[in-house]
């Protein structure tokens, strides 16, 4: 039997091999999606995979990664409750590259993949691994097996599995272009302050530069294309922008999350990219949307940062709220200068062509615009709320 | 005839009481509500009423201000697209003592307001005022005039009204305890870099301390009650919290503001403590709520900002939306540690006795959780959407 | 000086003219838009018209209000608190087509309409002519010389202005291709209970047939192209659908609503094609969107049918949601059958290519599905509601 | 080892006493809670209780559903995509009772209910019972062993458990108070016309008798008082207007419903009393409710509706959404009048001492109101969709 394992290099997945063996699974295959992660987890994932007999593949992804997924983020200012959804739109594609990997190199009898059960990764792998690989059948060896991260570890050195590094890990990190997220050990209470070394992408807000850095990121149809006067492709925007945030300090995100089983959890993300692209994405579409548009746009942004966070990438309201906000994106094209200082990040200005600001209309001293015709306007606001006020002072 | 004139000493309201004279009103009363303006601008109120021969008034609103309007912005975490409606939740309360000055003093035969006919405080403060004194005719003299400020400085100057600072005033402020808002002048071009002299409640983060400042907010039932291990009434907790948070180069904000008319205006705000105590506020209802609670008052919070930010405070919806919300805010009792330093606010840690959280659920390394049960739940999630992308693919 | 009234032949539009001429217009065309209201409503238009020596214009624009707008409230099931927004969809068309009348026929130096300022048809008319033919002023007469009912009529028979029919009618009807509105006098009062003599379009349930009708309507892309087995294009299936339901007594619709000034008021419609059309588009939408697409789209729907209301056809918003929707209409392909009876409408069976429904799964007699694997999900359901209730028991 | 098992008398719980016996439960106890089924179902499931040699419970819970149940469905104007939530209403009152009869009569090692994998109820009576009596395990036998209804009769056949009447039955049922559900067969085509057969509650409209009926119901404070002049307490009113409406062929629902683990199934209610009741309820609120306040009530309901649906039931937001809700409800008072004729169901007239409804101002014959005045409020109405469109032209 033939099995393809979703494979990251780390603890859940790499103990999956030898698992697969015991279960009957004889020939192996691993699968690793380059979406961003540190590339000597790629080569350890290579090296594991091999150590363990199995036919390894590595598909780099990152270029679609950037234009297709973290740029859906840029459109719809992804935020779960101020997390922007860095592992969560990392999955499905993960999932997607890994059942076009089984359906080229298969035949196989199952993809394996190493979620847990608390999780909500094995939501979001399982649904792509279904959607794009409808036939096959899943195995999630850990779900099934119950097995706690000790036990993992247990096993692991009873049958020699090579999970050294795995083993001395405090937290656990999962890694990628558009975010890294940090969890576990005592970080779970919720009151624990975050020691500095759980940081890798940010300096803290006291080590950050002594001078502040300003720039000015360009838009075209929803998209950062240009820093300053750089273009820029999605990829390395976002690796730029990553860069410039985390060295001032900012896109450090501490919350409470609502997993999608009902545990609440406290997480840690470092998102400085992610942070610094959203806020300017947000100050030009505030220029150019109408008020009840963007008070309207919200509902979606918060409908679609739920759908994502459930992993429902590609699904049929996910293609619904996508059309929506491709209506809105055309227009947001235009600039937003930036200042990025020891952890808190300003927006300085905003300008596009379309623009819905008329500054005749908005000053102060023009009178153009008669006031005097606004008093039946006044006069009738909350007309209702009145009667009712009336209506209780009866009583 | 016999008006009062809701007054701040400024320059639309100042050039209300001769206009007033030239349209037959012989008596003129002046009131003015300390809602946390400077004092300076209070007693330049006084000194110009007596000055045009007015009977003037001086309410102290500022507990009442803070404890029953500013702790609903804190139990609403109040948020009109970046702002937390510091003028917005004065309103009403100026409308409602002057409303209750008209009543005591009176009779009237008017209530006078200077607000323009372009802003949003004519309909917060008309609403204010049909709702407490709803007999009494309402005059808004700049609107029904037209008049732009130009205007109004030279028919100040020709009538010697008392104006000389807002003649020479560039920007447009307006103050009380919740924050401070500045425009006009070239800040109304949306790319225009605001310049540090607008700014006097907040240090630029450049020029603030070199040491961060930690400090642990205490609520109870929703509302900050102590800082570290002072205990404070409302008034002095949001005081102490500007101080602290405006030292640290907290809570500027630079928005885009879609007002009531339609009109779209940058606007600038120092809302120090505002910003402060809402994080807080934010952080612990996050420790406290269901995820699906949490997500509904995310749409309750949005429709209370909107309908405070159209001035309608204490109409029938807002009685409901305040019902729905201190049904939770019985709940955030607790603690939460913030991180302020030169601009960025950090929550370090959140505790309550009223947690949703259960540290034996959330760990990865327990297992009194059978994960395996869980596979039903991944096999069926998404079910509809698999069974849609089955159609497409037929097609 | 030259006017064009948007003119219908009623009271309000035709005492316009004259009132027109006083103020210094010596050149009145009209323009009627015929979106389906009564031919001889058309037809006394045209000959008041010619008899106030005005230049008349008659549009015939059904076919685009049935394939452009009435098929636009099929895929958002309009619905305004009940009312299928039969004259709000109108007016922008109507708005359109005088715009662009006026720029043919012109220069004109007003678009004049007989609105008055207590409706909402103001604002959905001036809206359209701003859209359409931005640079031409508007007058809206009845507003501006804030005409009750009785003065116009006054000052019809002053003038010797034509409204013979108008001086005696009771009610203010507005009808078109998509319903009809009846309202005013005794009507007004909400406990008034609506004469028979209102209805037009609908044989009251007493009176309507003793035999049920069956019938099928099949669906393209979201939009009725068939009846049973008969083909029609956009307006020949609305104009059926209006009398086959009318003649079995469906369609009548008796609400309060509430104004764009706030104004609550009792409104009467007919509306029998809208609302056997809309039924059987909500049948075929629920069998093929999936459960949280559902309930999103009735989001959008709402917040549809609040920017109809209020006039903003072709809006940003109004774009962003058409683009939603178009997404979810093209699967909207299939069968509904439909008995009409009496007043009573009943869904008896729907069916579609796009349906999102298996019955193998769905089937109580069916164990492809392990029901075992489910006790995960419903162990998890509700968790933090139950953390909740442990904290309340212990207090 | 003791069970109580939470009986209906039907297969699914029948077979599991049974079952239970052969996993070693000794000692089993029945608690079947009356909330309005048939009388014969009640004592069916005595009868049988007895054959099996259980210990047998029956508590009546009819009033408490009629008075704390239902008159929440009709406050937050149940409906769930069309459906009066009749079922799910019950449930977690069927759990708390259940839970509240097994710490009594306890102490039990296990509550057993018969809830299959598939449906919704699982997850109602679970939370019902984890809520109200947490520390009892819970069993649900025909999931765990995964049967179908086939397996079930034959296992019940095997053992000679009483099933008579089930193992015909072609329909499954459920039936309270506030309506009755029948589902199966046949039925789950979404095409398949219901047959005459599967209704009991409510004529068809063809032999509902020729003269209409026409009531008044009165109601304080959101709830149902009396019917015409005779006043009612909660449990009657629901039983009469049941009788009424059913007699008058209202309330036959037919509809797609999406059940929580994603399955869309067709569903048949007959929900007499639930239509009537809430009909009239909405009318009367949309009398005193103020417009935006009406718009979210509906968010409100909808939100209320989908937690009850998933048998949320007690929970914090439950709490919260009910806490809004009280706040409009001790407004609705008032009379409304209705028609019931042959399935169709008119408002004829709605009536209350707080309507937020003023003659005089929605009057078109009243010039109190200056017209006039409304004319900044149209002009800037749209004014950014304005500037939108001038954009788009301009390219």
């Known amino acids: 039997m033939k099995a393809l394992v979703v494979y990251s290099g780390g603890l859940d997945t790499t103990v999956c091999i030898p698992a697969l063996r015991e279960i009957g699974f004889d ?3 691993t699968v690793t999606v380059d979406v961003g992660q540190p590339q000597a987890d790629i080569a350890s994932a290579a090296r594991r995979a091999s150590l ?3 036919d390894h ?7 679609e990664f950037a234009s297709e997924y973290c740029s859906a983020a840029i459109a719809f200012n992804a935020d779960y409750f101020g997390y922007p959804l860095s592992t969560a739109i990392a999955r499905p594609l993960i999932a997607k590259k890994a059942a076009q990997a089984a359906l080229s190199h298969g035949p196989f009898d199952a993809i394996v ?11 979001r792998i399982e649904f792509g691994l279904r959607l794009h690989a409808p036939g096959i059948p899943i195995r999630a060896l850990i779900r099934e097996k119950n097995w706690t991260r000790s036990e993992e570890i247990a096993y692991a050195e009873k049958v020699g599995a090579p999970i050294e590094q795995s083993k001395t890990k405090i937290w656990s990190i999962d890694e990628n272009l558009w975010g890294r997220s940090i969890e576990g050990g005592q970080l779970e209470d919720p009151n624990y302050e975050p020691p500095e070394e759980i940081f890798q992408w940010t300096k803290s807000p006291q080590n950050a530069p002594d001078q502040p850095l300003e720039c000015t990121i360009h838009f075209d149809s929803g998209m950062p294309v240009a820093l300053d006067d750089k273009k820029m492709n999605p990829l390395e925007i976002i690796t730029f922008a990553n860069r410039i945030a985390g060295e001032n300090g900012i896109g ?3 919350i409470m999350e609502d997993r999608m089983i009902g545990l609440k959890v406290r997480e840690n993300y470092e998102c400085p990219g992610a942070v610094l692209l959203i806020s300017a994405h947000r100050a030009l579409e505030s220029l150019v949307t109408a008020a009840h548009e963007r008070r309207f746009k919200a509902v979606v942004d918060a409908e679609w940062a739920d759908l994502v966070y459930r992993g429902l990438w590609g699904d049929p309201l996910f293609e619904d709220l996508s059309a929506f906000c491709a209506s809105i994106q055309k227009r947001v094209t235009g600039s937003v200068k930036m200042k990025l200082y020891k952890g808190s990040l300003t927006v300085l200005g905003r300008t596009s062509p379309n623009a819905l600001y008329s500054e005749a209309d908005a000053s102060f001293d023009d009178n153009t615009f008669d006031q005097s015709a606004m008093t039946g306007m006044v006069q009738t606001h909350g007309m209702a709320s009145l009667l009712y006020a009336r209506l209780k002072q009866k009583k």
Chains 1, 2, 3, 4 share one sequence.
């Open 57 to 63: 593949h590595l598909i780099d992804a990152k270029q």
């Open 52 to 54: 363990l007999g199995a």
């Open 113 to 123: 993949h190493g979620c847990t059960g608390k999780g909500n990764d094995q939501f």
């Open 252 to 254: 450090r995100i501490d």
């Open 27 to 29: 020939a192996i295959s």
